[in-house]
């Protein structure tokens, strides 16, 4: 397959590489803006939207249709050729394979943004790219697939990106999606790869994030999860900055998921949007039998704990009971917050 729009506007063309529920999310957004975006995804579902299109969804009302006119698909990595900006969103256990397909497909001059989970994909790709504008980039919602060219954005946030050269984030800017430039990207990315901590939960819960998010027993587990993988960032003098935008210290964070419901629920309504239908990413890749990013998460915190001589318990607990998921493949677990305590 390899439908790929011309550039009718006069500016970047765009390459989504590796399109999954974020990808088909940001790129449908680009394309709605009058961008010439390509999605470079799997054939079943470039085949899927090739038939349906796009419908993008989110928190705040947003119901938009896109028919299979308005963007490119492409099964190919041939399709890198004209990208001007290649917007990686590949799981980061295929990122070096992509960035050999960048190097052997792309423009020297194609911008390369990762707009992926965890903390090492940028450095990855620099690595197999050298001398390319490649930078490192954060999105700070999720995207469910809900089936049928369906992607629901069910958090809020606007996507940070490292500071480059050019305009980047100015360029990419439309309507309901807002980029932002940073000159330092590492401690926002460890900041988000804390708030990530609770994908494993919400996946192991079954919950959706806001049921999940009103229980006081799931708060204080995700509180001491993240108190843990906190300590162990300090102990690796690792800096963090907050993801969000707000001026909270990330080591504050644990203190106000104990906080009474009422009370906490006035704090994170400053900070954070939730669909009530909101779940994580790694809870779709449980449903769908698909490997998750726990290495790049807990495991990442408990490989750090080892090397430095301490233990993280309950993440390793964590990242335990999701490697048992995935290799049943049987969805959700279902797990209670006593559950996980118990082997932890």
Same mark, same amino acid.
């Given at each position: 397959?390899?439908?790929?729009?011309?550039?009718? !506007?006069?500016?970047?063309?765009?390459?989504?590489?590796?399109?999954?529920?974020?990808?088909?999310?940001?790129?449908?957004?680009?394309?709605?803006? #009058?961008?010439?975006?390509?999605?470079?995804?799997?054939?079943?579902?470039?085949?899927?939207?090739?038939?349906?299109?796009?419908?993008?969804?989110?928190?705040?009302?947003?119901?938009?249709?896109?028919?299979?006119?308005?963007?490119?698909?492409?099964?190919?990595? $041939?399709?890198?050729?004209?990208?001007?900006?290649?917007?990686?969103?590949?799981?980061?256990?295929?990122?070096?394979?992509?960035?050999?397909?960048?190097?052997?497909?792309?423009?020297?001059?194609?911008?390369?943004?990762?707009?992926?989970?965890?903390?090492?994909?940028?450095?990855?790709?620099?690595?197999?790219?050298?001398?390319?504008?490649?930078?490192?980039?954060?999105?700070?919602?999720?995207?469910?697939?809900?089936?049928?060219?369906?992607? !629901?954005?069910?958090? $809020?946030?606007?996507?940070?990106?490292?500071?480059?050269?050019?305009?980047?984030?100015?360029?990419?800017?439309?309507?309901?999606?807002?980029?932002?430039?940073?000159?330092?990207?590492?401690?926002?990315?460890?900041?988000?790869?804390?708030?990530?901590?609770?994908? #494993?939960?919400?996946?192991?819960?079954?919950?959706?994030?806001?049921?999940?998010?009103?229980?006081?027993?799931?708060?204080?587990?995700?509180?001491?999860?993240?108190?843990?993988?906190?300590?162990?960032?300090?102990?690796?003098?690792?800096?963090?900055?907050?993801?969000?935008?707000?001026?909270?210290?990330?080591?504050?964070?644990?203190?106000?998921?104990?906080?009474?419901?009422?009370?906490?629920?006035?704090? #994170? &309504?400053?900070?954070?949007?939730?669909?009530?239908?909101?779940?994580?990413?790694?809870?779709?890749?449980?449903?769908?039998?698909?490997?998750?990013?726990?290495?790049?998460?807990?495991?990442?915190?408990?490989?750090?704990?080892?090397?430095?001589?301490?233990?993280?318990?309950?993440?390793?607990?964590?990242?335990?009971?999701?490697?048992? #998921?995935?290799? &049943?493949?049987?969805?959700?677990?279902?797990?209670?917050? &006593?559950?996980?305590?118990?082997?932890?």
């Amino acid at each position: 397959m390899g439908d790929t729009p011309k550039n009718r !506007h006069g500016g970047p063309q765009i390459v989504v590489a590796g399109a999954g529920s974020v990808g088909c999310f940001v790129g449908g957004l680009l394309a709605r803006g #009058a961008y010439d975006v390509t999605l470079l995804l799997r054939p079943r579902l470039a085949e899927e939207l090739s038939r349906q299109g796009l419908n993008l969804t989110d928190f705040n009302g947003m119901d938009e249709e896109l028919s299979p006119d308005m963007f490119g698909l492409d099964t190919e990595p $041939s399709c890198l050729t004209q990208a001007d900006i290649i917007l990686v969103t590949v799981k980061s256990g295929a990122t070096e394979e992509m960035g050999r397909l960048i190097r052997r497909n792309a423009k020297e001059d194609a911008v390369v943004i990762s707009l992926q989970n965890g903390v090492g994909n940028a450095g990855i790709l620099k690595d197999l790219l050298p001398g390319r504008d490649v930078r490192a980039g954060m999105v700070p919602f999720n995207v469910v697939n809900m089936g049928g060219g369906r992607f !629901h954005r069910g958090t $809020s946030g606007d996507i940070l990106i490292e500071k480059g050269p050019k305009h980047i984030a100015r360029t990419l800017s439309v309507t309901d999606l807002a980029f932002h430039e940073r000159a330092s990207m590492t401690p926002v990315q460890w900041g988000k790869l804390l708030i990530n901590l609770n994908n #494993a939960l919400n996946a192991l819960s079954g919950l959706t994030l806001r049921e999940q998010l009103d229980s006081m027993p799931w708060r204080r587990l995700m509180s001491d999860q993240m108190a843990e993988a906190i300590m162990v960032l300090e102990k690796a003098e690792i800096e963090i900055k907050p993801p969000l935008g707000t001026p909270i210290p990330m080591r504050f964070v644990p203190k106000i998921l104990r906080l009474p419901s009422l009370l906490f629920n006035r704090v #994170a &309504r400053s900070m954070l949007t939730i669909d009530p239908r909101a779940r994580s990413s790694m809870w779709e890749d449980l449903e769908l039998g698909r490997p998750t990013e726990i290495d790049e998460l807990q495991g990442l915190i408990v490989e750090l704990a080892r090397e430095k001589g301490i233990k993280a318990p309950l993440n390793l607990a964590v990242a335990n009971l999701i490697r048992d #998921a995935e290799g &049943r493949g049987e969805g959700s677990p279902g797990l209670t917050p &006593r559950d996980i305590r118990r082997i932890g």
